[in-house]
């Protein structure tokens, strides 16, 4: 049996109040739709195509919808924003799903992040039993305000689903809706085409009037519960901050079981693709997002942010690192302050310490640079230490150059290396130099102005300062001109 999947996303949006789509609404550092996406994903072998019906714009921006496997996701245009059925149809109708070998479409909600796996599972396990059975999902809520009703006869079975606007009070009062999630014969699709009316009150035509489609047709349907949290969507700020807040504790929860410990999980933000090993400890204030990958026993300190980064075993973070596309070895340091921007490669037992930027640059093996420094396009051996002040001249105001820097090096403070420029083994740069060529190995480089010492010129220059301070206070002195 192969499912293809189908993410509804053409809807506007509007009440979020925001020029960003509702479905590129970020979520723990992931757009809202990458959620369902990445749930379909993981049916695995199970999955055929996934279709996303989107607006004729498309989306304003990249989704993030990505899988290592390197499937794409197929877009399929909704012409006329009809409502959910014209959407489902655009899917049944379009040559990869028509022309497939799916037997199936499943149909989720592109704004519903709370989708799991488990409830994924149960609905192919039933279209096994039941092949030409359309199944729903459904949930009890004790404010059903809002949602469609599920409305069944006396024998406990599915006669329709009643949208609010059309329910009667008494119909209201179901506390049984529909969860918006539905797994789709092929057949019945292709049974339905131009099939479905629109409503008369909203103009609209809804998947829900499929249920009373295939009731006339002699089709069968069966529902599945769910969790209510599982079939929330967001239509609000609010209510993305409340998804949020669900997701944050699921997946924190997931790490602590699996031997991490988090502080404050209330007050720690990782993201669905963060993994992260045992005895690591977290502090709180701290954002993990994208593919970021944390080895076991680390230390992450106070407001860490980190971006697809690769941190090793037994790697402390100290507080306020920040770090995007980065790769931090085992047993390195970073921190407090230190900022790792992308192609930043920190070797095992590495220093980079308080207040230092790196930008595409390989630090060898136990080398330390620990204070107040600007390493960029720069390549450094093994035991190198690099003072504080020092700063790479990668830019010329056209192009970027490469400084290499061997190992076991020792660059004194404030040294600046202007590009390109080789430093070999073992060699000594005294402080406060300007590097402009190759320093051989096991060379010593001194550079710097002659100095100069002017007897009583200390005295000279206070003494004049203090002039200008008095001429500056009797021309700032009020006048009594004009006054008796």
């Known amino acids: 049996m192969i499912i293809d999947g189908a993410i509804l996303a053409a809807g506007l949006g509007t009440r979020m109040a925001s020029p960003i789509p509702k479905v590129e609404s970020a979520v723990l550092g992931e757009s809202l739709i990458s959620y369902p996406w990445r749930a379909l994903l993981s049916l695995g072998p199970r999955l055929g195509n996934i279709h996303i019906v989107v607006r004729p714009e498309g989306f304003s921006g990249n989704p993030g919808l990505d899988d290592p496997s390197g499937r794409e996701p197929i877009l399929v245009v909704q012409p006329v924003m009809d409502g959910t059925w014209g959407a489902v149809e655009a899917v049944a109708t379009h040559p990869s799903f028509h022309s497939g070998k799916s037997t199936h479409l499943l149909v989720v909600n592109g704004d519903g992040p709370l989708l799991d796996l488990p409830l994924l599972e149960r609905f192919v396990e039933s279209a096994k039993e039941s092949p030409a059975t359309l199944l729903l999902a459904t949930s009890e809520l004790s404010d059903p305000s809002g949602y469609g009703r599920i409305i069944r006869s006396r024998s406990g079975e599915v006669v329709d689903i009643r949208e609010e606007s059309r329910a009667s009070e008494e119909e209201k009062k179901i506390s049984e809706v529909n969860a918006g999630i539905y797994l789709l014969p092929k057949s019945i699709l292709q049974s339905a085409v131009s099939r479905i009316p629109s409503d008369p009150v909203k103009n609209e035509r809804f998947l829900t009037t499929l249920v009373s489609h295939v009731l ?123 900022h790792l921007r992308p192609g930043t490669d920190l070797g095992e037992g590495a220093h980079l310490g308080n207040f230092v930027e790196t930008k595409a640059v390989v630090l060898g093996a136990k080398s330390k640079v620990n204070h107040l420094s600007y390493l960029g396009d720069a390549e450094v051996g093994e035991r190198t230490n690099i003072g504080a002040g020092t700063i790479t001249c990668n830019y010329d105001g056209y192009e970027k150059f490469r400084t290499t820097i061997g190992s076991d090096v020792f660059i004194g403070s404030d040294t600046q290396i202007v590009a390109p420029v080789r430093v070999g083994d073992r060699s000594v740069i005294a402080a406060g130099s300007t590097v402009v060529s190759d320093v051989p190995e096991d060379g010593l480089l001194i550079s710097r102005s002659t100095q100069e010492i002017r007897p009583e010129g200390g005295t000279r220059y206070h003494r004049r300062r203090k002039d200008r301070e008095k001429g500056k206070s009797r021309s700032k002195a009020p006048t009594n001109k004009g006054q008796e």
């Open 216 to 338: 006339r047709e002699g089709g069968q349907i069966r529902t599945l519960p769910m969790a209510p949290e599982c079939i929330l969507s967001v239509n609000t700020q609010e209510e993305l901050s409340e998804v949020t807040a669900l997701l944050r504790d699921r997946i924190n929860r997931g790490h602590m079981e699996r031997g991490v410990t988090l502080w404050d999980p209330t007050r720690t933000d990782i993201g669905p693709r963060v993994t992260i090993g045992p005895g690591t400890v977290v502090l709180p204030q701290t954002v993990l997002e994208g593919k970021t990958r944390i080895g076991h026993s680390c230390r992450i300190g106070l407001g860490v942010h980190l971006t697809d980064t690769i941190v090793g075993n037994n790697v402390t973070l100290r507080d306020y690192v920040v770090s995007s596309a980065s790769i931090l070895r085992d047993g390195s340091v970073a921190g407090p302050f230190a």
